[in-house]
């Protein structure tokens, strides 16, 4: 039997309202379906943190909700579909009115898999897993931070910043571009570490080789803190001296494709949404 997870934006009324009708789909399909716990007694489903695994991820949201339930395909192997109820929506797959059909789509195996790069990143004997970016910042600090960025041992820059981000090329069109990091396509293997409002004018985005094993250290200094955010989320907070290691994961994301994409295409569609 099918087994579809389904993780879905907390504050929209409409998010639950897909949800409704994507369960009332699924359920005359014999599909075993469960949701994240919040929302799984309003749509009478099991709670995800019941569940041993799912084939399938649904995200009804936009972008962030979709990252949220990377974590759940992350670990189950589960392959993940967007719904975009968001704005923007890069990673996203079908629009709200499609639901139904994207949804049949994966009852009927009709789909493509993109494989998709994920981080692993890890503070210490904590790790976490990010499909779009990590970030080091001062948080709600006043105070720049310094930042020591490494690459394979070699000192790749000293950052006197907000904050340092390393983006995959999936997250490339996120964080990473607002703060003047390149559109990167998905097809190249490769992170990119960008400063985020550095104090000086020498300081570029770098990308380096997927290979690689990034380090960034918060350089010791009195009373020196900063926040460390794994794809939008708060993980940890690092004092002076500490670091966050940094690398692409063996395990790939599995992002279904209901249709060609063409990269080029999406991003000057995306981008000129974001600007209306």
């Not at 949800?19 to 749509?43: G, N, Q, T």
């Not at 790069?117 to 904590?126: A, F, N, S, T, Y």
């Not at 964080?175 to 300081?203: D, E, F, R």
């Amino acid at each position: 039997m099918l087994r579809v997870a389904i993780v879905l934006h907390g504050k929209r009324p409409d998010a639950l309202e897909y949800a409704a009708r994507a369960v009332a789909y699924l359920k005359k399909h014999d599909v075993s379906i469960c949701a994240v716990d919040e929302a799984s007694e309003m749509l009478s489903v099991a709670p995800i943190s019941q569940a041993d695994g799912a084939d399938v991820i649904v995200s009804l949201g936009g972008d962030g909700t979709l990252l949220r339930g990377v974590q759940y395909a992350f670990w189950w192997r589960a392959a993940l579909l967007g719904i975009n109820l968001g704005r923007v929506g890069f990673l996203t797959e079908a629009e709200p009115k499609d639901i139904e059909n994207a949804l049949k789509a994966v009852i009927d195996g009709a789909y493509e898999v993109e494989m998709r790069p994920v981080l692993h990143v890890e503070v210490g004997d904590k790790h976490w897993h990010a499909l779009n970016d990590v970030v080091l910042s001062r948080g709600g600090s006043a105070r720049l931070t310094t930042i020591n960025a490494w690459v394979d041992d070699e000192l790749s820059g000293r950052f006197v910043a907000d904050g340092v981000i390393v983006a995959t090329p999936t997250g490339s069109t996120g964080y990473s571009l607002s703060a003047g990091g390149p559109i990167i396509s998905p097809k190249v293997s490769c992170m990119v570490i960008t400063p985020i409002c550095a104090h000086t004018l020498q300081h570029r985005p770098t990308i380096v080789q997927g290979e690689a094993k990034i380090r960034l250290e918060l350089v010791q200094e009195d009373e020196q803190v900063a926040s460390l955010q794994v794809d939008g989320q708060s993980c940890e907070e690092l004092c002076g001296g500490m670091c966050a290691k940094i690398r692409m994961d063996s395990r790939p994301i599995r992002l279904i494709r209901l249709k060609p994409q063409n990269f080029y295409q999406l991003v000057r569609d995306k981008l000129t949404e974001w600007t209306r």
